[in-house]
């Protein structure tokens, strides 16, 4: 038996590690009655509470994220068609990891752990350093800010290229909403979009038409009822202050939800969560910016759809957020 030299006695055990939560580190922002948990993995929104309530169907300490559950999506949000795409005359390949499909889903940093890098009673700024892989050229330092005030809630999402190649860059989050009721069909929600994407069974986009006297026209408030959405809205309207806003309210609801986002998003997916198992299934509203439609790296301009081109030294900088608006009167 193996014992001590100094004492003649069998050596202590080390003591096991304390086990992280499967999205590692857990950060708490509260500003007045709202309150917001962050992780490390995907700088994730976990939960957030404004005046009290429950407004994002999250996980817990102790899950693991489904369905992109506040996940945050860097350098693409949604799919690329089979992982390729052209940049510079040559094609990159990236991972296939929505292997159903057989496309490239939602960004590179959705199963990394980001860093704390600054951080307050009411925000937190996470940090994370994107590196060339399969289908990605160069470095980006990438940084997603949640601060509290009295509005609510405002996510805002840097990335920088601090590599030597030129890249292609979109950006997008992916929050669950909900107003506490068991499903999303008894919400209405309201999306100010003119254009809807049709896509493949892939989800890969093969035009883009008006809504208008289409079941994708969520103009005024709608019942979601049985609809079925997976869909990518474009041409939003926005308002005087340059933000367009979605706005979900529940049958007996007092008040509604507002998504807002800034002039860098151009496009909405609103996803009713058909495709998810068990009790998550239809639970809550994915409402997810995005600076760019699905297959953008793909289009035959890039940049005509929002795809931003970054070089060497060049950010970009985006923002949405959330907030409880005035009391309305709940659709029938």
Request: aromatic content about 6%; overall charge negative; charged content about 20%.
């Amino acid at each position: 038996m193996t014992t001590d030299d100094a004492t003649g006695s069998s050596p202590t055990p080390p003591t096991p590690p304390t086990p992280l939560p499967p999205t590692a580190t857990q950060v708490r922002i509260a500003h007045g009655d709202h309150e917001a948990w962050t992780v490390s993995v995907a700088a994730g929104l976990r939960t957030l509470r404004l005046a009290g309530r429950d407004v994002v169907d999250g996980f817990g300490e102790h899950d693991r994220p489904s369905g992109g559950r506040g996940q945050t999506l860097v350098p693409w949000p949604n799919r690329i068609a089979g992982g390729r795409y052209p940049l510079d005359g040559a094609d990159q390949q990236l991972a296939i990891t929505e292997p159903s499909t057989g496309n490239a889903i939602h960004g590179l940093a959705r199963w990394a752990t980001w860093d704390v890098a600054d951080r307050t009673a009411s925000s937190v700024t996470w940090s994370h350093l994107l590196v060339p892989q399969p289908g990605w050229p160069t470095l980006l330092a990438c940084r997603v800010t949640y601060a509290l005030d009295d509005d609510g809630l405002s996510v805002t999402t840097s990335a920088r290229n601090v590599g030597s190649a030129d890249c292609l860059y979109g950006t997008g989050s992916h929050p669950y909403l909900t107003l506490g009721t068991a499903l999303v069909d008894d919400l209405s929600v309201t999306v100010p979009a003119a254009t809807w994407f049709e896509t493949d069974d892939g989800g890969i986009p093969t035009g883009a038409y008006p809504v208008q006297g289409t079941p994708y026209d969520l103009r005024t408030p709608q019942r979601i009822g049985e609809r079925v959405l997976d869909t990518a809205y474009g041409d939003l309207d926005r308002d005087d202050d340059g933000r367009w806003r979605v706005r979900l309210a529940g049958p007996a609801s007092a008040s509604r939800l507002v998504m807002w986002a800034d002039g860098a998003y151009d496009y909405a997916q609103v996803f009713s969560g058909d495709t998810l198992h068990g009790a998550e299934r239809r639970r809550g509203l994915a409402v997810e910016p995005m600076t760019c439609p699905p297959d953008a790296f793909n289009a035959p301009d890039p940049a005509a759809v929002g795809v931003v081109r970054l070089a060497p030294g060049d950010e970009h900088v985006a923002t949405w957020g959330l907030a409880l608006d005035q009391p309305i009167t709940p659709l029938s």
